[in-house]
């Protein structure tokens, strides 16, 4: 099987592995004049490793023949191998100023978010034994993205050159803290829908985990990054939707050209979901509670921990709107519906 697939002259991708449902996470090279950009690195593992140097052989490249490395997101299965690629190549790693820090409290030295998190679910109630295993799925990351490369911090509206253009880096924040997307509006763009193109008019965007084609991005509440994602990601959403794109690369999946049509969908999900939560919530119940009512019982720890955090950028996403009351009891929050609550008062 080849690693590499060109999906329009010069334009590659490579999907690399993942021990995760998702299976592969989507990296892109990109050949210009003065070399090759990357865009997402992929997990650190010995079998990142492996595909790296399998697709590199396929397109004739060496370590030495990236120039830059770009980053959609801090989360491990795009950052994880670009400081191994860096200290290879000695390219810079580019990512949001805001990624790069949230990268640096997660996955640097001696970082508290695994006890931030478990003291996080525990008041959302969720139960001890869940949360020790938990804590041995968290410690597991560290690995998976060290060492953590040395940034070149972008800011949104700066042009990054990626092959011979000139891409514009565009905040999409929710899915991650610091997401960025990147988008030029080539007035050629690829057109053959069998190789990850489409006839149309509009441009080419490199949309990271912020848009995918057949699932919804997971929204996640998380302690000291955005205290409301939820409401970030329907609004840089809803932003983006307005964009002219002819063709998106996503971090996961096929590339596809119906991006208009995707975002207006992933929001409406939101609304639904949205509503089924508030309608849940006649009596109170803890965010785990609720965790379990919308997701069931058969998650693994990894899905669950996206589950929960979920579940909790839902209810704050509520709560902030005054739909939903907390209330802490006997140390764990309950969520209850505010029309329900002015009921009985």
Request: proline fraction near 6%; charged fraction near 20%; include cysteine.
């Amino acid at each position: 099987m080849k690693r590499a697939r060109e999906l329009f002259p010069g334009l590659f991708r490579v999907r690399l592995p993942l021990p995760f449902p998702l299976q592969s996470v989507n990296a892109y090279v990109v050949r210009g004049d003065d070399g090759f950009t990357v865009i997402d690195a992929g997990l650190r593992s010995p079998e990142t490793e492996v595909a790296w140097s399998e697709a590199m052989r396929e397109l004739g490249m060496t370590d030495a023949d990236v120039v830059r490395i770009v980053l959609t997101h801090h989360h491990p299965d795009h950052l994880g191998m670009a400081g191994v690629l860096q200290e290879r190549s000695r390219a810079p790693v580019y990512l949001s100023a805001e990624g790069a820090a949230q990268a640096r409290l997660l996955w640097g030295p001696g970082s508290p978010m695994t006890e931030a998190l478990l003291e996080l679910f525990a008041r959302h109630g969720m139960d001890a034994g869940t949360l020790a295993d938990m804590r041995v799925h968290l410690d597991g990351f560290a690995a998976q993205v060290s060492p953590l490369p040395e940034f070149t911090e972008l800011r949104s509206g700066e042009f990054v050159p990626i092959g011979d253009g000139g891409f514009r880096a565009i905040a999409t924040p929710g899915h991650a803290a610091g997401h960025f997307a990147f988008y030029e509006a080539f007035e050629a763009a690829p057109t053959d829908s069998a190789d990850g193109g489409t006839a149309g008019t509009g441009g080419v965007l490199f949309c990271g985990d912020h848009v995918l084609e057949k699932i919804t991005p997971n929204v996640g509440f998380l302690p000291g990054f955005d205290d409301d994602p939820l409401g970030s990601f329907l609004k840089s959403l809803e932003a983006l939707g307005t964009l002219s794109v002819r063709i998106a690369y996503p971090g996961h999946g096929e590339p596809f050209s119906s991006f208009g049509a995707r975002t207006s969908a992933i929001i409406e999900h939101h609304r639904r979901r949205l509503a089924a939560i508030e309608a849940m919530l006649a009596e109170p119940m803890s965010a785990y509670a609720v965790c379990r009512r919308l997701f069931g019982d058969r998650l693994t720890i990894h899905q669950l921990r996206f589950a929960m955090a979920e579940t909790l950028a839902h209810l704050v996403y509520l709560e902030r709107r005054g739909r939903l009351v907390a209330q802490e009891r006997g140390g764990v929050v309950a969520f209850e519906a505010a029309v329900s609550r002015s009921r009985v008062s």
